[in-house]
């Protein structure tokens, strides 16, 4: 699927935000360390923070992407997604 019209744009974000969303609810008993102590809120302006990983900006176009889990952990972790 592609990220349009662009990544900087709100309406670029919104699929990869989308896409974040679903993974961190998907993966939700795997991030339970990173997790563990965040309201609803918290977890909302996360997937907001970890949208990038979710977006491929190889030749064509931003594209979405899956980030494996120890990305996602390790962008958690260092404070990146915050």
Known sequence: MAVS???RTGQGRAPA???AAQ???DNSDELADE???ATAAQRSLLTIEL???FVDRAI??????????????????SGGAR
């Not at 979405?64 to 996602?72: D, E």
């Open 60 to 77: 064509g176009g931003p594209r979405l992407a899956t980030p494996s889990l120890p990305a996602v952990r390790a962008e958690i972790r």
């Open 5 to 7: 019209p662009s990544p």
């Open 35 to 37: 997790l563990a102590m």
């Open 17 to 19: 935000v989308r896409a």
């Open 23 to 25: 993974y961190v609810s």
């Open 51 to 53: 949208h990038e990983l």
